[in-house]
């Protein structure tokens, strides 16, 4: 297990630091670091203290034996372990520039920690490890680097940072959850752009606290799909929720999908067997859950779809199967009238959509949770005999308003949201943990 060091934000937090290997004193917040290291809950911890511009040998206490971290200046004439690094606050360079920039350095270990905007960061960090033949440390800041603070032993990491107090860097998780966790925890998460908002981290930990399993669920906020491929395997990522915009694009990138995936083209859970990332889909079983659960019997009754993304060919997937009779209008014409013609549904101009015609409508576009736009067709007909399904969540959104204010029958994005997230959970660690994903969104 790489040995954790738990950076210092207060003299207070030297009393929370027994589950520690080691641990950070940095001089920008404490000055000069004596009084602190003579603590008696330090006593016996190895220590690093961090210099943040010159480094000052005076502010040690006689006869330190433990590491001093002096940043990218010169190496001082010291019996301690010496660290240098580097921190890139606002992005990651390629593995090569990495190994030029760290592998130069003149510190007994070399630590490079750098802002992770994109998965490729994630594979350039990966990479560049096993290129430094020398002690080192690479560490991604930012909540998209956090995996690289479980993976220190992939990584070859001498050591990783774990927080007490409060965070010291972005993307920490504290010492409780580090020492709990350790490298060969599951790590789950969800791939997409943006995942701000997102309940899923919230409801799946939740189901990991329930389960008694060692895991994480962790955000994969990425503009790219660069290199995902590679980080699922290189950090040992069990699997992946895909969302917005990425359910249809992720397909090249995976080694094989399942056939219900295949007939809609769109994936939203990833699984990684050993290497082998398969893709399926369980928006499909959401909205079978999520009908069943509300007593809607789809057959017979006329859908209105709104939106043409990977949700929109799920829930027109999952609603035909179930002998729901579809109609799909939404921004996109021409993705509108693929998805019609891929699952076999009819499509609408969104102009010429009039909800009285429909039984159920279901809103697949993100207004109400990440766009502050109107929706694609007008929702005036609404009236208390509707069904509404909202694949969006959150505050309450628009179309879940309007529904309530008319008595139509509101199925919020929530109830969805946790019913293809227990889906998911149980494809990867076959537990099901629905109630407790249920009472963690609900309540």
């Not at 994480?216 to 895909?242: A, K, Q, W």
Request: aromatic letters at 6%.
């Amino acid at each position: 297990m790489t040995r954790i060091c738990a950076s210092l934000s207060s003299p207070a937090d030297a009393e929370l630091v027994d589950r520690a290997d080691a641990v950070e004193i940095r001089t920008d917040l404490f000055g000069s670091p004596s009084e602190i290291l003579d603590l008696p809950a330090l006593r016996g911890k190895d220590a690093i203290v961090t210099f943040r511009g010159d480094a000052d040998l005076t502010l040690l206490p006689d006869g330190f034996k433990g590491c001093v971290d002096v940043g990218e200046g010169v190496r001082p004439k010291t019996a301690a372990v010496v660290i240098s690094s580097y921190h890139d606050h606002d992005g990651t360079p390629s593995s090569d520039g990495i190994v030029d920039r760290v592998g130069a350095m003149s510190g007994d270990i070399v630590k490079g920690a750098f802002r992770v905007n994109t998965v490729g960061d994630l594979h350039s960090i990966f990479t560049a490890s096993a290129a430094i033949d020398r002690k080192h440390v690479l560490l991604g800041m930012g909540d998209l680097g956090t995996v690289t603070r479980l993976r220190g032993g992939r990584l070859g990491n001498e050591f990783t940072f774990a927080y007490v107090g409060e965070p010291t860097a972005p993307g920490q998780l504290s010492l409780e959850e580090m020492a709990r966790l350790g490298d060969d925890c599951i790590v789950t998460g969800l791939l997409g752009h943006p995942v701000s908002k997102s309940m899923s981290p919230k409801m799946h930990n939740a189901a990991y606290k329930a389960s008694g399993l060692n895991g994480i669920y962790l955000r994969f906020d990425t503009d790219s799909l660069d290199h995902i491929g590679d980080v699922v395997r290189e950090y040992d990522i069990r699997g992946l929720n895909v969302t917005i915009p990425f359910k249809e694009s992720i397909i090249g990138q995976l080694d094989r999908i399942d056939a219900e995936a295949e007939s809609m083209g769109a994936v939203n859970t990833i699984v990684n067997d050993s290497g082998v990332l398969t893709g399926r889909n369980t928006d499909v079983t959401g909205v079978e859950k999520v009908m069943s659960v509300n007593k809607v019997d789809p057959a017979g009754l006329k859908v209105i779809l709104i939106g043409s993304g990977g949700g929109a060919r799920a829930c027109a997937y999952a609603l035909k199967k179930n002998g729901g009779l579809v109609t799909v209008a939404g921004r996109n014409v021409d993705s509108a009238l693929k998805l019609s013609k891929d699952i076999g549904v009819e499509c609408m101009p969104k102009n010429s959509v009039a909800v009285e015609r429909y039984d159920v409508i279901v809103n697949c576009t993100p207004v109400g949770m990440y766009e502050d736009m109107y929706y694609p067709i007008s929702l005036c007909g609404m009236s208390g005999r509707h069904v509404v399904l909202d694949m969006a969540y959150g505050s309450k959104t628009p179309i879940i308003a309007q529904a309530e204010s008319v008595g139509a029958h509101a199925i919020t994005g929530e109830n969805l949201l946790v019913a293809q997230g227990a889906e998911s959970f149980g494809i990867w660690t076959g537990r099901d943990q629905y109630e407790a994903m249920r009472k963690a969104v609900l309540g």
